[in-house]
């Protein structure tokens, strides 16, 4: 499975981003997926997760309140919907997914995930 992140750019603070995560074929397996980001000289970090379901998610607190992650299994897409943007949210956003047959599960642990998007670029301006 190959992953492509697209939606970044340069919005300014307190606008909004949607984030989309494609599939490059069918996700046949069940796998959880997530979002994770990368600031210039920082380790990457979790952002969000969401199960094969839909019904479990988990967001990092930093995001909470903000930041909606959502899935389409028929169209191999997910979403990070990402509202009230800040200056802290800069970073390259990466999506990944997890080789698990678990409809129900999702991981915030970096590890776990078997692959990756390339990312994509966020900017947000004060």
């Known amino acids: 499975v190959q992953l492509q992140a697209s939606g970044g750019g340069l919005v300014q603070a307190g606008e909004s981003l949607r984030l989309t995560c494609s599939a490059s074929?069918?996700?046949?397996?069940?796998?959880?997926m997530g979002w994770f980001r990368q600031a210039p000289g920082k380790e990457r970090e979790f952002v969000a997760a969401?199960?094969?379901?839909?019904?479990?998610?988990d967001y990092a607190d930093s995001v909470k309140g903000r930041f909606t992650v959502s899935r389409d299994n028929a169209k191999n897409t997910v979403h990070l919907q990402m509202n009230n943007l800040k200056p802290e949210d800069t970073a390259v956003y990466y999506c990944?997914?997890?080789?698990?047959?678990?409809?129900?599960?999702?991981?915030?642990?970096?590890?776990?995930?078997?692959?990756w998007g390339q990312g994509t670029q966020v900017t947000v301006s004060s």
């Open positions: 969401i199960s094969w379901s839909g019904n479990g998610t």
């Open positions: 990944g997914a997890v080789r698990r047959y678990d409809p129900n599960a999702y991981s915030r642990i970096q590890r776990e995930y078997d692959y």
């Open positions: 074929e069918r996700i046949t397996a069940i796998n959880p």
